[in-house]
Structures are given as structure tokens and as C-alpha cells.
């Protein structure tokens, strides 16, 4: 049984900085492409970073140039660092490995309880 467990989250004022990471169990992990989502009160959950197995990366336009995704294939956990962080920045934070279709990238596991980003003066 696949296990997604994120961290890292808290509260931040603009400008501030997170590393958030994800842990991965019960899969192996370096086969995967993995990805960030993050869903924002009343809004739907958006794939914001995605990184494949050989360590290539793309990002939402949104978020190109502050945030990084990257991965550690030894510890089975992604992480993504976070920087000038922006009120619209606010959200709950999951990862989960992904797959193409034919509008773009799927989740391929039960979803992880998330992690708190909230960004405010």
C-alpha cells in the first residue's frame, strides 16, 4: 500500500522561504515521475511542479523562478523548496506520483493528508 506523507508547511510572511518534503513507502520510488499539487480554499487542487525519474523538472507558469522541486531516489522523498512566497501562495501542498493522459499529468495514489502553506502579513 502506497503511503504519501507531507511536511514542511507553516506559516510564513511574503517574501519568507519553505522546504516542504513528501516521504514515499510501498512503491518503487525512483520509477515514478512525482509532483506538487496544491489546492487553495475554494479553489481545485493544481499540479504546480513535477519532476520525472532521470531528475528533469517543469513548472506552472504561476510559480516558475520560486519554487524548485527536487528528489533524493535513496530516502524515497520529494521536496519543494519555496521562495518569495505570496499571499496566492496559500494553500494545502500534496505530492503524488503522476502519469500522462492525454490533458496532461494524473495522480496515481490515494492522496496524503497535505501540508499547511499559509502566507500573511
Known amino acids: 500500500q502506497v503511503q504519501l506523507v507531507e511536511s514542511g508547511g507553516g506559516l510564513v510572511q511574503p517574501g519568507g522561504s519553505l522546504r516542504l518534503s513528501c516521504s514515499a513507502s510501498?512503491?518503487?520510488?525512483?520509477?515514478?515521475?512525482m509532483a506538487w499539487y496544491r489546492q487553495a480554499p475554494g479553489k481545485q487542487r493544481e499540479l504546480v511542479a513535477r519532476?520525472?525519474?532521470?531528475?528533469?523538472?517543469d513548472y506552472v507558469d504561476s510559480v516558475k523562478g520560486r519554487f524548485t522541486i527536487s528528489r533524493d531516489n535513496a530516502k524515497n522523498t520529494v521536496y519543494l523548496q519555496i521562495n518569495s512566497l505570496k499571499p496566492e501562495d496559500t494553500a494545502v501542498y500534496y505530492c503524488?506520483?503522476?502519469?500522462?493522459?492525454?490533458?496532461?499529468?494524473?495522480?496515481?495514489?490515494?492522496w496524503g493528508q497535505g501540508t499547511q502553506v499559509t502566507v500573511s502579513s
Open positions: 503524488n506520483a503522476v502519469f500522462r493522459v492525454h490533458t496532461g499529468w494524473a495522480p496515481l495514489f490515494s
Open positions: 510501498g512503491l518503487t520510488f525512483s520509477r515514478y515521475d
Open positions: 519532476i520525472i525519474s532521470d531528475g528533469s523538472t
